[in-house]
């Protein structure tokens, strides 16, 4: 009989629950857990922070006619280089995916030019054939917007009830932006949050949970508040950096549109409320949504509401980790397995046969500046705070990024149950 053969070996890993353990990989997974395996390459792990490779439900990776914000190039290096293996992308493209053939199309732009893994989501509008969208491999559907927002074709409430009765009967996943617009001024961070204000949010939550009778499988993108998130009882929430390390009140300009997003950044009051919800939290996703710095220089009322993060996601965490506010096997639920087990996909992680995916972090915080990220739009609301980056990211067992250099590995698309190729 052959001997068992890794090609690579991460040696001495400290595992979540504290043991330490080599982690043996071929074929893009685990292999074996315990005394390494020989191997082609090996990699010491002593000292060093070990997490599986991350999921981000959330992304907006542009491209098309909004390649000066981001593309997929860009966007899935800048994913790598935070730590992240595997990225959703959301269907607000220009034009939005709302057809087999636009879908197709987009798989095919990011096949030929992402360097992580990837799944992309489904546009819902009134005029979705869902049975179609399921059947061209969409991941979900969703963002769904049940409020507008930059890019975002809003949904009317009876549309989306009878969506939610179809796309229950195929087994889908519906994700919501909710939100509720007044009309009020909304000239600088204080009044955004005024015009798109918490018991908006909180009550759209209710709404959608009320009439979704069918009990199709529900999931709320960037939830806010602590009111919103109380009022998620049958179904899973995301909450983003941004809304946890970012209020209207941390900008010297009360103005400033790097700062406009939606939902909006909220008070500080609330920001601390979410990270006492900690526990609550059923993931962390970013919504990269980046914008040309052109485009955040504008007036507040014209600048496109986004804020990049899929790189510095996990690297603010990490910080939180090794400062102590936030447990490692936390992070992990809500960044890898938790996304996994939502999306229905195997986990990267350190069992037996899930996929290789880790990144390799040093255990000293650096300060996030935008010269270092690689995301195309060039800015950050993060400059300056404290961030862990890995050293290295391995996705299928494969390293594909060490020191700020990327090597290709094998990304490929994740597609949806439905699927049928
Ligand atoms: C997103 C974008 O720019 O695509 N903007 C945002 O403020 N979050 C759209 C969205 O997710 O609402």
Redesign the pocket.
Known sequence: MMAARASLVLKNVTLPDGRVSDISTGGGVVLHVGAGWPCDRMIDCTGLLVLPGATDI?V?M?GGSQSGKEDWQTGSKSALAGGVTLVVD?P?TVPPLTTPELFANRVREAEGRSACHFAINSALTANTDIRRMWGAGAMAFG?T?YAP????AIIGTSALERSLIAIRALGGLVTI?AEKVNPVPDNDLAGHDRARPVSGEMESIQTVQMFNRSGCRLHF??VSSTASVDAVMKASFEVTPHHLFLSYESFSDPADPEG????PLRSEKERKGLWARWDRIDIIAS?H???TVKEKRARFADA????PGVETMIPLLVAKVLDRTITLPSLIQKTSAGPAALLGIPQAGFNTGDRADFAIYEKVPARIHADNLHYRCGWTPYEGMPAVFPKKVIMDGIVVYHDGEFIRGTPRWFAGKGYRA
């Open positions: 959330h907006h542009r959301q607000n963002e917007f927002s930059s890019y975002g932006h993108c960037h406009k997003v939606n939902p919504d949504a980046p914008h496109p509401a986004g804020i």
